[in-house]
């Protein structure tokens, strides 16, 4: 086992100074390299290892897991995929970053393997040579959105009960958040997605990660969504009274949802009730959705387009016949998914896979728009392709209602500065 010293260098201390971290890489060379930019970032005991073997026999010596393992993919012993799931295994170390220098698809078979399994702990996968502001962009990951110091946790939340949901309903605890749709020609706020938000009275804000799941074919699925609606349609109104450019709003449908002419009723009657005009809306739909009872899901979207709603496909080319769905149905956005936005820059195969569902929106007339674009590098290449809209955490994080008009206010001047308009 070899230990580096670490140098003293910004006085600024991110999440990571002073933890401890392992580098696996054959090359001496490029591991002195690796090294140096651990260094730049304050880490504290630096351990290295050759291989995958000699990696597991340092780690095995450790009372405790390293913060991070950074590791090549292809090393002689023990591989880079090979040693990965014995981590994961092992809980051997908690966060992983992997790179090579090798074809770039191999890197994502390892991103790949943490989308099903996220005790991998995976930061993220950088290509040779690695630069710092990449390598601290995946270190960022490691922290939580807030910008705390606590690890990412890697375990499922725990499911909230029927009855549980219930109550919170009648209680009025869910509200919409929103995240801002920034069009990339000019970096005007376009429009905004109502992502669902539980106000729990012990445990602060919880995501829909805490109760979604519970809901899913449940007929209490339908009361939630009116529920939701019923909260956008006054916030639309109230955003219209402050004098706000028209914004469209996305709300997500359930396949039982849509598949049911009941809540489509229910639904369309709640918005001409309110006196919301229906093209403020956008009703975003997965292919999953749409599959799961095809007949009755195509007359209900034919139903909200003849009635002037938008129509979105939603998480467009992580199903297996997304273009079929998209070709046959009267869609009137694409949202691709976060999984062939976010590093499009950097992968050549995530950069094709990109171009052609833009390509394949802008044949058909619709306007397209990138989900999960975090980085500066990503918006640029989203903008040249043709992009017409982009949301992500690089623009905006989802928010309250009554956040959005000061969000307005205080970046407009940044955004259209991204845009390249200033």
């Not at 445990?203 to 979604?212: D, N, Y």
Request: aromatic share 6%; proline share 5%; hydrophobic share 45%.
């Amino acid at each position: 086992m070899m230990t580096t010293s670490p140098d003293t260098v910004a006085a600024a201390a991110p999440a990571w100074s002073g933890r401890r971290v392992l580098v696996v890489e054959d090359s001496v060379v490029q591991r002195g390299y690796l090294v140096g930019l651990l260094r730049q970032l304050n880490f504290g005991e630096i351990l290295e290892a050759g291989d995958g073997n000699e990696a597991l026999r340092v780690l095995e010596q450790l009372a405790a897991p390293p913060f991070l393992v950074l590791t090549d993919l292809e090393m002689p012993g023990m591989d880079g995929i090979e040693l990965t799931c014995q981590l994961r295994e092992r809980r051997l170390a908690e966060n992983l970053i992997v790179i090579s220098a090798r074809d770039p698809r191999l890197l994502e078979i390892i991103e790949s393997m943490a989308c099903e399994d996220a005790s991998i702990g995976l930061l993220g996968t950088l290509l040779k040579p690695v630069q710092l502001d990449s390598l601290t962009q995946l270190l960022c990951k490691a922290t939580d959105r807030a910008g705390d110091c606590a690890p990412v946790a890697y375990s499922a939340p725990p499911q909230a009960t029927l009855e549980e949901l219930a109550q919170a309903l009648t209680r009025r605890e869910f509200v919409p958040y929103f995240q801002p749709k920034i069009a990339m020609q000019n970096g005007h706020l376009k429009g905004v997605e109502a992502l669902a938000r539980w106000k729990h009275p012990q445990r602060g804000i919880l995501s829909p990660a805490h109760f979604i799941d519970t809901l899913e074919g449940h007929p209490l699925m339908a009361d939630f969504t009116l529920e939701l609606v019923q909260q956008v349609l006054e916030r639309i109104l109230d955003w219209q009274k402050h004098g706000l450019p028209p914004l469209t709003v996305s709300i997500n449908l359930s396949a039982d949802n849509l598949a049911e002419r009941g809540f489509i009723d229910r639904l369309m009657a709640q918005v001409s009730a309110s006196g919301v005009t229906p093209s403020a809306l956008v009703w975003e739909v997965t292919e999953t959705s749409v599959m799961r009872q095809l007949s009755q899901a195509l007359t209900n979207m034919g139903r909200l387009r003849l009635a002037g709603y938008g129509l979105a496909m939603d998480d467009f080319g992580i199903g297996y016949s997304s273009m079929q769905q998209f070709a046959r149905c009267p869609f009137t956005e694409l949202k691709i998914d976060r999984a062939f936005v976010n590093g499009a820059a950097q992968w050549p195969n995530r950069h094709m896979v990109l171009k052609s569902a833009l390509d394949l929106g802008q044949s058909l007339g619709v306007a397209t728009v990138a989900e999960g674009v975090e980085t500066v590098e990503d918006w640029k290449l989203l903008r040249d392709l043709g992009c017409d809209m982009a949301q992500g955490y690089l623009l905006a994080k989802p928010m309250p209602a009554e956040e959005l008009v000061g969000w307005i206010r205080q970046d407009r001047r940044r955004l259209r500065a991204l845009a390249g308009e200033e």
